[in-house]
């Protein structure tokens, strides 16, 4: 004897999504395209005509006796005559004016895209469908909810019925099977025989996998005689990820899932599979009815959860609202959104409610207790959703949002907080053992500046034609890190003749103090490196420190070439219109000077050690600097350029 089980547990949503499918399936062709038919006038058409032409054509008086805001305006036509002949596009005077075809131009103001001319011509071909007063469940009153409406069945509030009785009921074993033979036993009809083994396990495996069972599995079930082997093939069946796959396809069919956008840009949604995937594992995991559906429409309102999976697909599960088709490129931008709260609204009402919401955008339901105001109170609600970004673009877009497990986050967190201890730790170590380098250099700054130098001076690459570091301890010797060396000397004239004194303070390494008459007399056959002839561009630089307060007595030279041609160039320090310091150009006869643009020598006579520059582009300016600031420019090339620099005949350093 085979046994029948009838208390399967699962959650309602197949229940739901089957009962809806098989409203669907079971409508006659011709209900279901006339119920097509009707939902395309009212998505499509009547917007069309009040938003475009119901300025014209409606009121009172419409223009041409022809309104166009009424369904019966608009089937009767005007004083021309029915504009409308239902399979007949061509023939209908409403797509010949609207084609500009005829006398009339209409809209007068623009014509329609091509989209909205399609619709109507594909309206006007299958028949010009349209509802009218003989519609079963026409509601007379639309503009207020009557105590009819609320007294509908499907509004009801659930009550707990009388579970029917059937004298000498051997056969049920459930309040349902107890519905089920009533209704036969009064249709005078007998419960059919109960299905053999093989014949249970087809059904059971068809409606929740979708797919036959394997032999393995039929000749497993027959040879099963221990309690609850009906049971075990039930709860086999349901735990098996083929139960999701199979039941959330109805699911995603009345949300209109597409992997693609639609309509005129037709993207493609790259991550549309994740909303598919929620949709499978809530049917797998046995979600509640009510938290499947809130999870849809306010997901990411809800409590955050810190299970990975959880948190994840409360936040995918919205995409039940984004995975619609979209108008990206409509011009009218706020048109566009509207139409997305639209699908969002029909979406909401034809899925969960068995309501065609939509038909309230333009008008009051005229079958169900919905009135426009009712549909923008909830359309204010989904207008406040960012469903589209890019407003200012076209073609726009539809806001994708980067998705991160709770996990990641905390570990996340956690390694920012760590990497910061560690760079904290590691700038600490780096300081100290900077520090300690800075503070051995330093105890050593003299040795490297000198080992720089003399390594700066005899580069390849850029060469110096001289450079004298005046750091010999004694002697009269002023040997030279590039170019000639030379001398300590005094050319006053005066007995006993004191040579410039060396010290050991200088701004890097040893320096040389001058006083009137003291020089460096370079020797003068080694000055050949010297030649710049009329065109060697020169630059001359130095580190001077003067007593503060000194005041020079006319010009106190501080280096100073004379050569064959009686041109000479000198450097040297001079107050007054001088400007404290000035390098001049002599060709023999004329002469020209590069100095400051302002005094300067109250800075170079502070006591302090300064770096005085000066660069000559003999055909161009002269630019002078200190401390490596230009302090002043001037043109030099037509003095300079006629100034014969090719045979040095003596080169001073020094007053």
């Not at 131009?105 to 071909?125: C, F, Q, S, Y």
């Not at 249709?187 to 979708?210: C, H, N, Q, V, Y």
């Not at 760590?418 to 300690?436: D, E, F, L, P, Y």
């Not at 005094?599 to 582009?617: I, N, R, Y």
Request: aromatic fraction near 8%; charge should be positive.
């Amino acid at each position: 004897m085979v046994k029948r089980v009838c208390h399967w547990s699962r959650s309602t949503v197949p229940s739901v999504t089957f009962v809806l499918l098989g409203m669907v399936i079971c409508l006659p062709a011709e209900a279901a395209d006339r119920a097509t038919e009707l939902q395309r006038f009212e998505a499509k058409i009547r917007p069309l005509l009040v938003s475009r032409c119901g300025k014209c054509h409606s009121g009172p008086k419409p223009k041409a006796g022809l309104d166009l805001s009424r369904v019966a305006g608009l089937m009767s036509g005007g004083r021309s005559g029915p504009v409308v002949v239902p399979g007949n596009p061509t023939g209908s005077l409403l797509m010949q004016a609207i084609r500009r075809q005829g006398k009339g131009r209409m809209p007068p103001d623009a014509p329609l895209n091509g989209v909205h001319v399609l619709e109507l011509v594909t309206w006007i071909k299958n028949g010009a469908i349209v509802p009218d007063a003989g519609d079963k469940g026409t509601r007379e009153n639309g503009s207020t909810i009557t105590r009819d409406d609320r007294d509908w069945w499907s509004f009801r509030s659930l009550a707990p019925g009388q579970v029917p009785t059937v004298s000498g009921d051997r056969w049920s074993r459930t309040p349902i099977d107890r519905y089920i033979l009533a209704r036969l036993t009064q249709e005078k009809l007998a419960p059919s025989p109960d299905a053999d083994r093989r014949t249970w396990i087809r059904r059971a495996t068809f409606d929740l996998w979708g797919v036959p069972p394997s032999p393995e599995a039929v000749q497993a079930f027959e040879a099963d005689h221990a309690p609850g082997a009906f049971a075990r093939v039930v709860d086999r069946l349901l735990a098996s990820p083929r139960y999701g796959e199979r039941w959330a396809r109805h699911w995603l069919d009345i949300v209109r899932y597409a992997d693609t956008n639609g309509g005129g840009f037709d993207y493609v949604y790259p991550t549309a599979w994740r909303y598919r995937d929620y949709v499978v594992r809530a049917f797998n995991r046995d979600t509640p009815y009510d938290r499947f559906l809130v999870e849809q429409i306010a997901g990411d309102l809800l409590e955050p959860s810190k299970d990975d999976q959880r948190e994840v697909d409360r936040l995918l599960a919205t995409g039940m609202l984004t995975l619609a088709p979209k108008g990206l490129g409509e011009q009218d931008k706020e048109l566009m959104a509207m139409d997305v709260v639209d699908d969002q609204i029909d979406v909401l009402g034809r899925s969960l409610m068995g309501l065609t919401l939509a038909c309230a955008r333009c008008h009051d339901h005229k079958f169900d207790p919905v009135l426009t105001s009712d549909y923008y109170a909830l359309a204010g609600i989904f207008r406040s959703t960012v469903s589209v970004r890019d407003m200012n673009k076209n073609p726009s877009y539809w806001p994708e949002q980067t998705l991160e497990a709770p996990s990641v986050s905390r570990a996340r967190k956690r390694h920012a907080e760590q990497t910061k201890v560690v760079a904290a730790a590691m700038s600490k170590i780096t300081t100290t053992g900077n520090k300690r380098l800075v503070d051995d250099a330093r105890t050593r700054l003299a040795e490297y500046l000198l080992a720089a130098a003399a390594i700066y001076h005899t580069r390849g690459d850029r060469p110096a034609v001289a450079h004298w570091a005046f750091d010999a301890p004694a002697g009269t010797t002023v040997p030279a890190t590039a170019g000639p060396g030379g001398r300590l000397a005094n050319v006053s004239g005066k007995k006993p003749d004191p040579v410039p004194r060396r010290l050991d303070d200088g701004r890097i390494g040893r320096a040389l103090r001058f006083a009137t008459g003291q020089v460096v007399e370079i020797d003068p056959s080694a000055l050949q490196s010297l030649s710049f002839g009329k065109d060697g561009d020169f630059s001359v630089s130095t580190w001077i420190r003067a007593p503060k307060g000194y005041r020079p007595g006319t010009a106190d030279s501080i280096v100073a070439a004379t050569f064959k041609t009686k041109a000479i160039w000198f450097i040297a320090l001079r107050p007054g219109n001088y400007q404290g310091v000035y390098l001049r150009h002599y060709d023999g006869k004329s002469a020209v000077d590069i100095m400051p643009s302002t005094d300067q020598l109250p800075l170079l006579t502070d006591g302090k050690w300064h770096h005085l520059a000066v660069t000559s582009d003999r055909d161009a300016d002269g630019i002078m600097y200190i401390d490596g600031q230009v302090v002043g420019r001037k043109a030099i090339r037509t003095v300079s350029s006629a100034s014969d620099f090719s045979v040095p005949v003596s080169l001073k350093l020094g007053a």
